[in-house]
């Protein structure tokens, strides 16, 4: 099982940029595929993107394409979430999450999840 801490959130207005952290404690997660997903005010929890242990490929969602970008520290245990152009509708709480294997956008195939970090873009 590996810890996971989100940290990074805020408040900003649209246009601007953020960058989430996920720390991982307890087991390395270089070797462990890792998601991001956010929830909106009376939204489900959807997936944004992902870093799969194989290569470090990335993934994202169509919503979030070409403005949020993955990578993982050089430590190898944190994996950011480089946020930019912000827009109103990206408002959520922010997690991340593990799994073993490639890369998937299901929620349920994660295993190990943090406790969620909040953004606000204000219009």
């Known amino acids: 099982q590996v810890d996971l801490v989100e940290s990074g959130g805020g408040l900003v207005q649209a246009g601007g940029s953020l960058r989430l952290s996920c720390a991982g404690s307890g087991q390395t997660i270089s070797t462990l595929t890792v998601g991001w997903f956010r929830q909106g005010p009376g939204k489900e929890r959807e997936f944004v993107g992902a870093?799969?242990?194989?290569?470090?490929?990335?993934h994202y969602a169509d919503s979030v394409k070409g403005r949020f970008t993955i990578s993982r520290g050089t430590t190898k245990n944190t994996v950011y979430l480089q946020m930019n152009s912000l827009k109103p509708e990206d408002t959520g709480d922010y997690y991340c999450?593990?799994?073993?294997?490639?890369?998937?956008?299901?929620?349920?195939?994660?295993?190990?999840w943090g406790q969620g970090t909040h953004v606000t873009v204000s219009s």
């Open positions: 999450a593990a799994k073993t294997g490639s890369y998937a956008h299901v929620i349920s195939t994660y295993k190990d």
């Open positions: 870093i799969s242990w194989i290569g470090d490929d990335t």
